[in-house]
């Protein structure tokens, strides 16, 4: 721990004291004012989003995909208002209405005794999604990555812990053996798949270009035989839904390069429809996925900019 780290939690308490002051329409309103000024004078990333969205919806036309990139920045930074308003009542109360879709499909799965192997993807409402685990008295394992300040880190561990202890947070770095673990334990096992593991990944297709998909949960299913599933979560006419489903998958008779592959491409493609319908709400659309290089100029017109 550094001074720079202290310095940089106090900054980020001092912030969240200071906002939380303020309504929660308001601190909302503000996240949007921002996301508006960043759209139209620093568009951080616009390159990268803007070839994702390419990809994503080869069929669009250049003044579509930049009208959707102006919905994509306002719902960016209102994702970072969540931050302060976790404790709120009406985040609370999000939470509690939310329409929730597959629990049996959950809970039979559970039932085999094995864990679950819980695939999802980065979207906006990834704070609303933690915290309904935590409500839910499901036991669940979050696979997450440590934040570089170790106090900023701590902090959001306990924020999370408001809503009860049901979610464990298991560090990217403690590895398979803890991630098996879990699994013995009968527990929801939360993996992303939408982040690019360049040099430990495994090649695959997603949204018909390569992309270095994380090989975890193949190895974890060949090895446990845990089962496989799907879950999403998105806002819709202003109430949060979590969607789970099985992912339908082939028994596989040994652990190879091949059906790790083969396992980690039928995951991901799954939630390519998702994408495709809720583009505004994935939050990796600001990832590099697929590859460092290659990202064009974007030209906007003062036209579509405002309109």
């Given at each position: 721990m550094t001074l720079k780290h202290k310095?940089?939690?106090?900054?980020?308490?001092?912030?969240?004291?200071?906002?939380?002051?303020?309504?929660?329409?308001?601190?909302?309103?503000?996240?949007t004012v921002i996301g508006y000024f960043a759209w139209v004078v620093f568009?951080?990333?616009?390159?990268?989003?803007?070839?994702?969205?390419?990809?994503?919806?080869?069929?669009?036309?250049?003044?579509s995909k930049i009208r959707l990139l102006r919905k994509v920045y306002l719902q960016f930074t209102r994702t970072f208002g969540l931050v302060f308003i976790l404790h709120r009542k009406s985040f609370i109360k999000l939470i509690q209405n939310a329409r929730i879709s597959g629990r049996d499909k959950l809970e039979e799965a559970l039932g085999q005794g094995k864990g679950v192997i819980l695939t999802t993807i980065h979207a906006s409402w990834f704070e609303a999604y933690f915290a309904w685990f935590n409500m839910s008295d499901l036991p669940t394992s979050l696979i997450y990555k440590r934040q570089s300040n170790p106090l900023s880190d701590r902090f959001f561990v306990r924020q999370r812990r408001h809503?009860?202890?049901?979610?464990?947070?298991?560090?990217?770095?403690?590895?398979?053996?803890?991630?098996?673990?879990?699994?013995?334990?009968?527990?929801?096992?939360?993996?992303?798949?939408?982040?690019?593991?360049?040099?430990?990944?495994?090649?695959?297709?997603?949204?018909?270009?390569?992309?270095?998909?994380?090989?975890?949960?193949?190895?974890?299913?060949?090895?446990?035989?845990?089962?496989?599933?799907?879950?999403?979560?998105?806002?819709?006419?202003?109430?949060?839904?979590?969607?789970?489903?099985?992912?339908?998958?082939?028994?596989?008779d040994e652990v190879n390069d091949e059906n790790i592959h083969d396992i980690s491409t039928k995951c991901i493609q799954l939630y390519e429809p998702f994408i495709r319908k809720y583009p505004e709400q994935w939050f990796s659309l600001f990832h590099r996925l697929w590859g460092k290089e290659g990202y064009p100029k974007v030209t906007r017109s003062l036209r579509e900019i405002f309109l």
């Open positions: 310095l940089e939690y106090t900054l980020l308490r001092s912030t969240i004291f200071f906002i939380n002051l303020l309504p929660v329409p308001v601190i909302l309103f503000i996240c568009p951080f990333r616009i390159k990268v989003a803007y070839k994702n969205l390419s990809t994503v919806f080869p069929e669009l036309d250049h003044a809503y009860g202890n049901s979610l464990q947070q298991l560090s990217s770095r403690e590895g398979m053996k803890a991630y098996q673990q879990a699994l013995a334990e009968n527990r929801l096992l939360i993996v992303s798949l939408d982040q690019r593991y360049s040099g430990s990944g495994t090649n695959v297709s997603f949204f018909k270009q390569p992309v270095a998909c994380a090989k975890g949960s193949a190895i974890l299913h060949l090895r446990s035989k845990a089962p496989v599933m799907t879950s999403v979560y998105y806002m819709k006419d202003g109430v949060l839904h979590i969607d789970f489903d099985t992912a339908d998958l082939p028994e596989y």
